[in-house]
């Protein structure tokens, strides 16, 4: 069964540059997530997907950030324009469900932003 | 903000030897989770542990939860090499959506 993918898995650009970043999800599940990882840190909901919906998406930027889940199974998520703060491991992950059903969120590669 | 914080931050033992860490977290949970991070890696589920239960077992891997204490624990017997990564708990505050703390760094030298 393949995981979850991301790509780029490592991307280098100049502030006020715009960057996407694209994940596909184990199939079948119904949830998927962004986080952001900064160094030496743990990872940071970004925002939550109930298949197309998003919700929990209350520490997302919404000035520079935007994200979308079309039919419910790839996300992209973008940045416009970056900043230097920006800089971190961007991660995706899915689960089949969540609630109290909800045993294990299977995580991606993440892509390694760097904002120079 | 972070619910969860482990402790100690990083933690250095022989191969052979057993590796506790620890999670303390601030509000209610539903369950709590541990996670590692090899270097380079993306994160991979370790264990659940539900609110009602207080102890669980998973090969080398033995959590306990103590509710009262809002803490838990993560112990790994005869740690091996390839045991080297980050761990993280991640409580959901009531709300089943983990928040990550800022992990325990373990070097298991060989």
């Known amino acids: 069964e393949a995981g979850v993918v991301q790509s780029p898995r490592y991307k280098i650009i100049e502030k006020k540059q715009p960057v996407a970043f694209w994940c596909n999800p184990i199939s079948g599940h119904n949830t998927l997530y962004w986080y952001r990882q900064n160094l030496g840190q743990g990872p940071e909901l970004l925002i939550r997907y109930e298949n197309e919906e998003a919700v929990d998406d209350s520490q997302l930027p919404k000035d520079r950030f935007s994200a979308e889940r079309l039919k419910g199974v790839d996300s992209t998520l973008k940045i416009q324009p970056a900043e230097l703060g920006d800089s971190a491991v961007y991660l995706c992950a899915s689960s089949l469900d969540w609630g109290i059903s909800t045993d294990t969120q299977y995580f991606g590669p993440g892509t390694r932003l760097t904002v120079l | 903000s972070q619910q969860g914080e482990e402790d100690p931050q990083a933690l250095s033992i022989q191969e052979g030897e057993n590796a506790t860490m620890n999670c303390s977290y601030k509000t209610s949970i539903n369950n709590l989770q541990w996670y590692r991070q090899n270097s380079g890696r993306g994160l991979v589920h370790l264990i659940l542990i539900r609110s009602n239960e207080r102890e669980k077992h998973s090969g080398r891997l033995r959590v306990t939860l103590d509710t009262s204490k809002k803490s838990s624990s993560l112990l790994i017997t005869a740690s091996r090499a390839a045991d080297t990564a980050s761990y993280f708990c991640?409580?959901?505050?009531?709300?089943?959506?983990?928040?990550f703390g800022r992990g325990t760094s373990l070097i298991v030298h060989p």
């Open positions: 991640a409580t959901d505050g009531g709300s089943y959506i983990p928040t």
